[in-house]
């Protein structure tokens, strides 16, 4: 664990002195639904995140509030300097059918390479949000291999994957440590495995989760609470 921790804090401040772009990142919870990440800049005089959103409604429109953070792992929050792509609420941009997508920018000062962060908007409601962005690539593509085996059915395969993750990254308490308790918790279920299930939940509650009070919001609305 502490030659591992080592390798990943040289390569990030390797990594910071030269700017770096992230791929697709993957992230613990978002909002809305629609939105996706497409890249991460970490750009030697700006953060720049690149993302697209999608209208799932007729009449739908959006709009970004000035009061919109980057929030670094430390719990530093960074004000937007810069937005391009969609306009500044109360300004709307309006699709025009469902299935549309908006592709927008949002800039913020340099942060350096981090190891992870969020994005949330401070608005009255319908605010954007990733909590938990991964920078990592070996982590990404870890968390990609997990999805893709979950989602053709290869249930176990990528359950030894997140049980990996977590026995890696626990002590890090990585924004995404969250998300990987939940995908452990929900595949126990979905097998049976109950009291295993349990276990996972309260080692999360006790593992101090970035954002915990999100997930088990989340674990709730798909009916796990314990």
Request: aromatic share 10%; glycine share 8%.
């Amino acid at each position: 664990m502490k030659k591992s921790l080592l390798v990943f804090i040289v390569v990030a401040m390797t990594l910071a002195a030269n700017g770096q772009s992230v791929e697709s990142p993957n992230y613990g919870l978002k909002s809305p639904l629609t939105a996706e990440i497409i890249r991460v800049d970490f750009n030697p005089d700006a953060t720049v995140v690149w993302l697209t959103i999608q209208s799932d409604v007729n009449n739908a429109w959006f709009c970004i509030d000035r009061n919109t953070f980057l929030v670094r792992s430390d719990g530093v929050k960074l004000k937007l300097t810069a937005l391009k792509g969609l306009p500044y609420c109360p300004s709307t941009h309006k699709f025009k059918r469902p299935g549309e997508k908006a592709s927008f920018s949002l800039t913020f000062p340099p942060t350096g390479v981090l190891p992870w962060f969020s994005i949330i908007e401070e608005c009255m409601g319908g605010c954007l949000s990733f909590r938990g962005i991964v920078t990592d690539p070996g982590l990404n593509s870890s968390l990609n291999e997990a999805f893709s085996l979950a989602g053709s059915g290869n249930e176990m395969a990528a359950y030894r994957i997140y049980e990996q993750i977590i026995n890696e990254t626990d002590s890090l308490n990585i924004g995404i440590e969250g998300s990987v308790y939940s995908a452990l918790i929900m595949l126990d279920r979905s097998m049976g495995r109950n009291e295993t299930a349990r276990q996972w939940y309260n080692r999360m509650m006790t593992a101090d989760t970035p954002d915990l009070k999100y997930y088990l919001d989340n674990l709730k609305r798909q009916g796990v609470e314990f």
